[in-house]
């Protein structure tokens, strides 16, 4: 594990900025990616999909897991809800991930505009975490998997790491619900560590999740009974997120509270895909998304033409 110090903490949320940032333009936009004019309907793709909602969740998840074991070749980041892809695509084109399997997604202006025109484009990038992506073995739309899967890849391999994070809609699966008991088949030296994260947004699809309508007491004392100690946290609080991560505890349980749509125009419910429906054709949510583009500062926090964080 990394000491972070107050540097690294700052530049955590500045990674989160800039990673919410290009989820909006990859949802959004197919020119005009660094705002250099006035945002036109001309800039806005045909056809918006995708999922806003889940996605400065995991960019603060990815940002803070980075931080801790981004430098440890056997740490490895599972991502359950993978409809929330553009923060993923997100992460791997920032890290130079991305480019490494496909040579037009650079880190600089050319690559920028290549990841965010193609996200949901044709022949272009899907708008769920798929085998396409590095490192992913399932489709993005399978949610329930992904703590069974953390579990298959530390069994035999106490040098391993894995990082999972779990949606709270997604722990409603049977599958999900399910694969916490595995966690009693690791008692041992000879498996590695799996460190599962509740994505504590709230809401689904269509409604509040069954885990967001619990007390804080209850979902602890479930997360309990199957083995594991329970850290709550408020996802942007980012010195008490790393704080949690070097606490020495045997099978810890993270559990990430976030707002649903975090920074975005809607939250809860209606900003579970996308939360601005029409700024193709309707000049106040143009206006709109043109505000919340421009209220991560974006170019001042990266340089697209050195391919650097500021």
Known sequence: MNVVGIAEIDRIKKRVQICDYLVVAQLFLQDNFLLERELSFDDIKAR????????????????????????NINYSFI?????????LNANLWLDGELAKIDPRATVDRAGLKYLCRNFSWPDGFPSHASPLTPGVITEGG????????????????????????????ELETATAIDSLNLRNLF??????????ILHLNGYKISAPTIYARKSERELNEMLRGFGFEPF???GDDTETFQAALQTKAGSPFYVMKTNKGEGGPNRHQDAHQIP??????????????EEWLKSYNFTALFDVEKGEML
């Open 276 to 289: 601005l429906k029409n700024p193709k054709t309707d000049a106040e949510e143009l206006k709109q998304l």
């Open 79 to 87: 991502l359950g809800p993978g409809h929330g892809f553009p923060a």
């Open 187 to 196: 008692d041992g030296s000879n498996n590695g560590k799996v460190l599962p």
């Open 48 to 71: 918006l999909l995708g999922h806003w909602g889940t996605c400065h969740g995991i960019n603060v998840a990815y940002a803070n897991l980075k931080a801790q074991y981004g430098e």
């Open 232 to 234: 709550v946290l408020n």
């Open 142 to 169: 399978e949610l329930g998997y992904a703590l069974a899967n953390a579990y298959g890849m530390c069994l035999g391999h106490p040098e391993k790491t894995i990082a999972v994070l779990i949606g709270d809609g």
